[in-house]
């Protein structure tokens, strides 16, 4: 007679329902090293959420273009519990912001600037800064909608898409270092300790909770500068310009 299987447990064919996979590419999996073993009790072999999780993780990578070798590999290396693992990546490769990306018709992009159409160049250089992304059908998906309402703006102020996008390229280079500059502290101050621990199981959550607190507190603190600097900026254009204007008056 077959063993029950505990609370929580299931077996390959539940496994392969829950997760949408064939009880073959499970077998598979374990043969490549991506799943542990079932517990065998009797004849029959129990999975339990682990390897659930695992699957799913799998999944994951597999979407964002990882072979199942480099898979096996991300999981052998951590010593937490694949769910564990599997809510870091998530955290880890989870977009900066939720903003939608939205779909418009190059026509449309034009009349935000005036014009009956605009120089398929600046949409390039537009792709290159992660703005914009052209789709086969020749409409355009606007990444970060929000900058295009910021540019629309600009066009009610008489800026064209010229003054626009060069402006955007200086603010993606020091974006640049300053996203870089908070990867780093990341790295140094809390994943390298904790990989230097031998990445104890425990910790694992830790890790996640700490990647999720560090990108509300990056935008703020790159707010609060970006606040600073842009009030001196002004500060300091203002008296250039009333010096200019005295001088111009007493002349």
Do not use: C
Request: overall charge negative; cysteine-free.
């Amino acid at each position: 007679m077959a063993a029950k299987p505990s609370e929580g447990e299931m077996t390959i064919r539940d496994l392969a329902e829950r997760t949408g996979m064939t009880v073959r590419n499970i077998r598979a999996h374990q043969t490549r090293g991506l799943l542990p073993p079932p517990v065998v009790r009797g004849r029959t072999g129990y999975y339990n959420e682990e390897h659930v999780a695992r699957i799913e993780l799998t999944k994951e990578m597999q979407a964002d273009g990882l072979n199942l070798e480099a898979i096996r590999r991300v999981l052998d290396s951590g010593d937490g519990s694949a769910s564990a693992i599997f809510d870091f990546t998530r955290a880890l490769r989870a977009p900066f912001e939720d903003e939608a990306p939205e779909i418009f018709e190059v026509g449309e992009l034009a009349a935000i600037w005036g014009r009956d159409e605009v120089d398929r160049a600046l949409i390039e250089r537009a792709e290159e800064l992660g703005v914009f992304r052209s789709l086969p059908d020749g409409r355009v998906e606007v990444i970060s909608p929000s900058l295009l309402r910021a540019a629309a703006e600009l066009a009610k102020l008489g800026i064209g898409p010229e003054g626009t996008i060069a402006t955007a390229e200086k603010l993606r280079r020091h974006a640049d270092g300053a996203a870089r500059a908070f990867v780093e502290l990341f790295v140094r101050e809390v994943w390298e300790p904790f990989d230097e621990a031998g990445r104890p199981e425990r910790d694992w959550p830790r890790m996640s909770e700490a990647l999720e607190r560090m990108r509300p507190l990056a935008a703020g603190a790159l707010l609060a500068t970006f606040q600073i600097a842009m009030g001196e900026a002004i500060e300091k254009q203002s008296e250039l310009t009333l010096r200019l204007a005295a001088g111009g008056d007493s002349g």
